[in-house]
């Protein structure tokens, strides 16, 4: 998985870095105004933010990100121990939350807890007959495989992870194309088009003036 670390602790960054890439991508930086320009050319996996940074603070960012529909999950790691702090973090959007000084094993606990509860890296069953691998992009159904394209795959990953609500075609735009592409909503169309084809219209609906729904 993409993993993008805002750490403003040299040594800790360091170690952390170390410890994440041996599995994942990793892309770390110390300042808040750094991250939006990332986030403008990747799309990550998941975000590691530390609380407090020289530049401003890792809430605030994440209630910015969140605004922007950028729904990438987040784990807050923090020196503060004020319960203040760990509201604070859930209510911006956050995903899990882990208290300074930690064990590197905790952290890969808590990823591999966002890696199952987002469907991230891993198989997906879509009914008995469909599965849909995301390392391979291929949905196999009882009588055929297809090998979806990379956009397919993201919006079919994308849609599940956020099936517990209407997801809209300006966010699937925002969180899928790279911010250069500029595609239009005919492109969603097409490609929710391709979806139902593969793995079955019922599983993927249109929720008038709203946008789309993993079912």
């Keep these: 998985m993409k993993i993008l670390l805002l750490e403003d602790d040299t040594a800790l ?14 892309i770390q930086t110390y300042g808040i105004k750094k991250v ?3 986030c403008e050319k990747h799309k990550f ?41 760990l509201k604070s973090a859930f209510e911006s959007g956050a995903n899990d939350f882990i208290k300074k000084p930690f064990d590197l094993e905790e952290l890969g606990v808590r990823i591999t807890n966002i890696k199952r509860q987002f469907a991230i890296e891993s198989k997906i069953s879509i009914e008995k007959t469909i599965s849909f691998d995301i390392q391979t992009r291929i949905v196999q159904t009882s009588s055929k495989n297809y090998t ?37 909503d005919d492109a969603v169309r097409t490609v929710i088009k391709n979806l139902r084809k593969y793995i079955g219209k019922e599983h993927i609906l249109n929720v008038r003036g709203e946008g789309y729904k993993y079912e």
Excluded: C
């Design 36 to 38: 939006f320009s990332l």
């Design 148 to 184: 979806m394209t990379y956009k397919e795959s993201s919006f079919l990953q994308y849609l599940y992870q956020n099936r517990t609500r209407v997801v809209s075609s300006d966010e699937l735009l925002q969180n899928i194309w790279e911010y250069d592409e500029m595609p239009s």
């Design 13 to 26: 960054a360091n170690i952390l870095v170390d410890y994440l890439e041996d599995e994942n991508e990793v």
């Design 45 to 85: 996996d998941l975000y590691i933010f530390d609380i407090n940074v020289p530049d401003g603070d890792g809430i605030s960012l994440l209630k910015e990100l969140r605004k922007l529909n950028d729904n990438t999950p987040t784990i807050f790691i923090t020196a503060f121990h004020d319960t203040k702090y």
